[in-house]
Structures are given as structure tokens and as C-alpha cells.
């Protein structure tokens, strides 16, 4: 077992590697010339083209590649262009808040969407599960910026119960106060999964009532209650654990635009004001850190898979 | 006569689709003495498993039973609640399914699914019951029960996910089981294997068995009794020896010759049943075989009510109106 997962971990290594190259070329044929951030008005032309030297981009394209990636394995991401601090470091500090969110909307839509998956399941074509349907629908509509405006003026505007901005006020600094920033956008973040999870589970559910197995159970005297949370659950869960694995990328495209709309001081609002800033170090940072979490959420969800169900086993 | 165990009055039950109503048990009526080896036989479609399954009241929406009495030693069935009717599942009334392969849950560990049928039943501790499941593995034939208890279903072979299916089915010394074509999933050296180990524990376990198959030589060498259904409905019933070499009924003959014989070395044709079988959806109103039936009459046109021609046979043809005329019910 142990063996397997190091050899998913060094399969991930080539792609990792491809995913650094697009990276790269992508900024490189961005427009706008990283040098213009460095030019002030009295820098002569000599001034100008000494900056390019000592920063590396006179030579050719793939010698910055190779240069670049040298630094980055030793652990240099280089200096923001705008704040002049280490890429690292930012990039650190913003962790935790991007993790938090995303992990508090995760939480959120799997513990609304199994129980509603499973209820729509058994109370099939009934009002509530058409109901529960039509809002899923909604939920899968509505843009994530436009919703989380939505509720930035219903609660924050109109009813002033939650903070419309940031994740912490000012001088205060107790985790209740983090949770209440973190309400809005945790919930316009886990609103789309809501509404994908609650209907894979909801016809994975019908899918699984139909089983032999199921209808062997009512004929032990089983009652639907326990054949629904001791043998169905079971088996719902198992492809969640895979879906979940597939929307980690929407987490993290989601979490650009949610922390940009809700100030949310994550990754994600870092990527964005560094794109509008043409702060390349952090770009390129916050990408390769994007990848990494995509394929290590990807490779989690698969090594977990091979845990929960007693049918796959992991071969090398 | 023996004690009555199981009688059912005309009971028909009913899905109820898109496309209307689909007629599957059509107003059957039999009865089975305690400890009797029943069999029921009829092609896909006759209504045998729904027929089974609404013994144990396991028809579920959208169907439906829509008429008919079902006395269970004495009690009515239908008229329980869900609760009482859960009690009787799986421990007096016990059924085993056509395909061991999805009738286990295929992520909870053989033992577990085992014990929680003995402990929902037979209210014991979690170590009696892994006791008795490792028995009932033993009684079944199982080598090493105990580390089977510990294996996940794909672990195992279809003949020992029968087994244990048996096993499970018998665990709490049921007074009935019905076997729904039991080994039709199984490879043939299997399925003798199986049937005798249920005719084995029939006995040992003093329990009924109701067996339902679409194979006719699997009722021979099993049943006392033998039902024929078609079209949702009994075409005939009486004791296989003697339904088997005199059939009452056209189906019953047109089965019967379809069947391969081997006897005398004399190769011979087989003669199939021309035609297909009734769409329930529109039940014709007279004899459901009659589209098929090589003896056709003008009176087929109106269901015929069962003749008895002897004390232990009834059949349902015009045929046997004159034969038997004054005694039909």
C-alpha cells in the first residue's frame, strides 16, 4: 500500500513538471514587459538594459525556464515586483485562508447535500423532492459573483447581521469573529457543490434502492431506515468521495472569484489583484500552487477510494 | 391432513405504470401444509416472483396488492403493520433470491451482514451471534467460517455467496422458506449441490419450501407439489409424479414437451410452444393461453373456474368440463 502511494506521488512528478512549463510560457506571452516595473523616469536606456541583465531576461526563454525552476526547488519563488517581499511568504500567510474557506464550504454542501440527496431519493417525485429539485437547478444556475453579491446586500446591507468584507475586524481577534466573515462566502462557495452533490447522491441513491441487496434486506425484516443508513449510505459515499475529488478544481476557481467578491484575504483574491498588477513571481507561484492542490486532491481522493471500498485495491 | 401453514385466497397484485396497469398475479389461491416442499413453475412473466415476494408483502411501490387473502398460520398478513410484518421477515417467512452476486451487500463484511439478522431476530449478543453465523456457515458447508465471516462478497465464489445466502435465510429456523430460482444463476454441478443442501436443511430444519423455478426437472427431483402459473395465473396444481406423466392442462403438456428426453436413445424433435406469452398490460379476458393452445375452443374465450379432477388435482381448462363437470369450485 505504502509502496503504491509513493508511486502515485512520483507519477504526479511529470505533470507537475508540464504544469510549470504552461506556467511559464503563459506569463511569458502575457503582454507587458516585467521590466516596465522596475524603470523609473530617471533610468537611462544603458540604466534599463543593465536591470534586464541583472535579472536574468536578456537571455533566451528557456535558460529563464531553467533558472526559474532551479530557484523554485530550492524553495526561491523570488520577490513580488509590487511588494518586494519573498513570494513564499505570501503565499504562506494566504494558506490558511483559502484552506479554511474552502474546507468550510465542503463541509457545508456535503452535510446539506447527503441527507437532501438521500431524503429526494426515497421520497421520489414526491412535492418535496421536486422542490428540493427546482432549487437544485437554481443553485447550479446562479452565478457564484451574482449570488454572493445577493447576500452581501440581504444580510449585510439590508439586515446587518454578517460582515459583508474581510475576515476579520479590526482589533478583535476571536475565531466566532473569523466564522461570521467567513459565513457568506463559505456558503456562496458550497452552494453550486450543494446543488451537484445533492443530485449525484440523489440518483446514486435510487440507483442503489433498486439493488438486490436492498430488497433482501426488507425480506430479512430489515427496516427501511436501517437498510437506507447501514447498507445504501455505504455505497452512496463511495463515488461522492470521487466527485468530491473532481470539484476540488471548481473549489479553487470558485475561491478567485469569491475572495475577490467578499475581500477574503486567500489565494485567490492574492491571484487576482497580482494578475491586475502584473505581478508575474506571484503569479506563476500561485498557479504551480493551484496545480499542486488540484493533483493532490485528486491523488487523495483515489488513495481514499481504494481504502473505503473493499473491492478496489490499489496495484502498482 | 397435515397442519395448514400458509393459505392464499385470490390474490392479485398490480404495478401500476406509466403506460397503465400491469396485471402481474392475477387471482391465484393455494395452500401449503407445514414442512411441504412446493414448487412453482411458469415461464418469465407468469407471475411467480411477484407472487412470492407479495407473500412476504415486498411488492413495492408501484405496485401493489390489490386483492386477496393471505393467511399465515392462522393470521392475516396483509392486514399487519409494517412493524409486525418486519418480525415475521426473515424469521418465520425467509427467502432466497435468483443471483447470490447482488444479493449480498457488496461493501458490509459477510459476518456482518449475517449477525445482524440473527441479532435483529433472535435478540442475542454480537459474540452469540458471530457464534451462530460461523455454525450456520458449517451447516451450509462452508470451509473456514470463520475467516469468511471477516471477507468482503467479490471475496467469494456465487456457489458459496448461495451458501451463505442459505445460511443466512436459515438462521432463524424459518417455518417457511421461499426459494426464488435459486440456482439459476449457478453453473449446473453447482445447482445440484445447492438443491440438495436445501433439501438437506428442509429436513433437518422441519421448514417448508416453497420453490420457485422456471425448471421443470429441478420440481421434479425436489417438489411434492408442483403449481403451474401463466399469464399470472395457476393453470394447474396437483403432485408432481402424477402432473408430470398425466398433464391436465395444454401449458402444462406443451412444457412438458419441450423438454429434451433421453430415456430410450431415440432422438426426437423438440416441440416448442408456438407464439408468446400474454401482455399483462391487457389481460385477455378468457384463457391466457388460449392464443397459444392447439386445442383452442370457442368457449376459451371466457376464463375457465378450476376443475378438480381428482381429489388432489385441479386444473383450469374446458377440457376437463365434461370429465369432471359437477365438482369444479
Known amino acids: 500500500m505504502k509502496k503504491v502511494i509513493l508511486k502515485r506521488f512520483l507519477n504526479a512528478i511529470p505533470l507537475l ?26 533610468m537611462n536606456p544603458d540604466d534599463v538594459e543593465r536591470m534586464r541583465k541583472s535579472l536574468g531576461l536578456d537571455q533566451p526563454i528557456y535558460m529563464q525556464y531553467i533558472l526559474w525552476l532551479q530557484n523554485i526547488l530550492t524553495g526561491n519563488f523570488g520577490y513580488s515586483i509590487i511588494t518586494k517581499r519573498p513570494v513564499l511568504d505570501m503565499i504562506i500567510e494566504r494558506i490558511p485562508a483559502t484552506l479554511g474557506l474552502m474546507g468550510a464550504s465542503l463541509l457545508l454542501s456535503l452535510i446539506i447535500a447527503i441527507p437532501l440527496g438521500m431524503i429526494t431519493a426515497v421520497k421520489k417525485n414526491t412535492i418535496f423532492d421536486r422542490i428540493a429539485n427546482f432549487f437544485a437547478y437554481i443553485g447550479i444556475s446562479i452565478p457564484g459573483f451574482w449570488f454572493g453579491l445577493m447576500l452581501i446586500y440581504v444580510f449585510s446591507l439590508q439586515l446587518g447581521l454578517l460582515p459583508s468584507m474581510g475576515m476579520r475586524t479590526v482589533g478583535t481577534d476571536s475565531i466566532w469573529d473569523v466564522m461570521k466573515h467567513g459565513i457568506l462566502p463559505a456558503t456562496v462557495l458550497a452552494f453550486q457543490n450543494i446543488s451537484v452533490y445533492m443530485r449525484y447522491i440523489r440518483s446514486s441513491t435510487i440507483r442503489q434502492l433498486d439493488e438486490d441487496y436492498v430488497q433482501i434486506q426488507y425480506a430479512y425484516g430489515a427496516s427501511k431506515r436501517h ?3 447501514n447498507h445504501v449510505l455505504r455505497n452512496v459515499l463511495l463515488p461522492v468521495i470521487t466527485i468530491i475529488g473532481l470539484s476540488i478544481p471548481n473549489l479553487v476557481g470558485g475561491a478567485f472569484i469569491t475572495e475577490t467578491v467578499f475581500s477574503w484575504p486567500g489565494l485567490g483574491l492574492l491571484g487576482v489583484t497580482s494578475i491586475f498588477s502584473f505581478d508575474y513571481p506571484v503569479i506563476m507561484a500561485i498557479t504551480l500552487f493551484s496545480s499542486v492542490m488540484l493533483i493532490l486532491g485528486n491523488l487523495i481522493a483515489d488513495i481514499l477510494y481504494s481504502v473505503v471500498d473493499p473491492r478496489i485495491r490499489l496495484r502498482g | 391432513m397435515a397442519e395448514k401453514l400458509l393459505e392464499v385466497v385470490d390474490l392479485k397484485t398490480s404495478f401500476y405504470t406509466g403506460a397503465g396497469e400491469v396485471q402481474a398475479v392475477r387471482g391465484v389461491s393455494f395452500q401449503l401444509e407445514k414442512g411441504e416442499v412446493l414448487g412453482i413453475v411458469g415461464e418469465s412473466g407468469s407471475g411467480k416472483s411477484v407472487m412470492a415476494k407479495s407473500i412476504m408483502s415486498l411488492i413495492q411501490s408501484p405496485g401493489k396488492i390489490k386483492q386477496g387473502d393471505i393467511t399465515w398460520r392462522g393470521e392475516n398478513l396483509l392486514g399487519k403493520s409494517e412493524k409486525q410484518l418486519r418480525a415475521i421477515r426473515g424469521n418465520e417467512i425467509s427467502l432466497i433470491s435468483q443471483d447470490p452476486m447482488s444479493a449480498l451487500n457488496p461493501v458490509v463484511k459477510i459476518g456482518k451482514q449475517m449477525t445482524e439478522v440473527i441479532i435483529r431476530h433472535q435478540r442475542v449478543g454480537k459474540k452469540e451471534a458471530e457464534k451462530r453465523a460461523v455454525d450456520l456457515l458449517g451447516k451450509v458447508g462452508i470451509s473456514s467460517p470463520e475467516e469468511r465471516l471477516k471477507q468482503y462478497p467479490h471475496e467469494l465464489s456465487g456457489g458459496m455467496k448461495q ?8 438462521s432463524c429456523q424459518p417455518e417457511l422458506l421461499i426459494a426464488d430460482e435459486p440456482t439459476t444463476a449457478l453453473d449446473v454441478t453447482i445447482q445440484s449441490q445447492i438443491l440438495n443442501l436445501m433439501s438437506a436443511l428442509k429436513d433437518k430444519e422441519q421448514m417448508a419450501l416453497i420453490l420457485i423455478t422456471h425448471d421443470l426437472g429441478v420440481v421434479a427431483e425436489n417438489c411434492e407439489r408442483v403449481l403451474v402459473m401463466y399469464g399470472g395465473l395457476i393453470m394447474e396444481e396437483g403432485p408432481v409424479k402424477e402432473l408430470f406423466q398425466n398433464p391436465k392442462h395444454p401449458y402444462t403438456e406443451g412444457l412438458l414437451r419441450s423438454l429434451p428426453k433421453r430415456s430410450n436413445g431415440v432422438k426426437e424433435r423438440l416441440v416448442p410452444i408456438q407464439g408468446s406469452p400474454p401482455d399483462l398490460l391487457n389481460p385477455p379476458q378468457g384463457c391466457p393461453f388460449a392464443d397459444r393452445c392447439p386445442y383452442v375452443m370457442d368457449k ?30
Open chain 1, 17 to 42: 513538471f508540464i504544469i510549470s512549463i504552461i506556467a511559464f510560457l503563459l506569463i511569458k506571452l502575457a503582454p507587458g514587459d516585467p521590466i516596465q516595473s522596475f524603470v523609473t523616469p530617471d
Open chain 1, 227 to 229: 437498510v437506507l443508513f
Open chain 2, 300 to 329: 376459451c374465450a371466457e376464463l375457465p373456474p378450476y376443475f378438480k379432477v381428482d381429489s388432489e388435482r385441479k386444473t383450469m381448462c374446458w377440457l376437463h368440463e365434461s370429465e369432471e363437470g359437477d365438482n369444479h369450485e
Open chain 2, 163 to 170: 451458501r451463505i445466502m442459505i445460511g443466512m435465510s436459515i
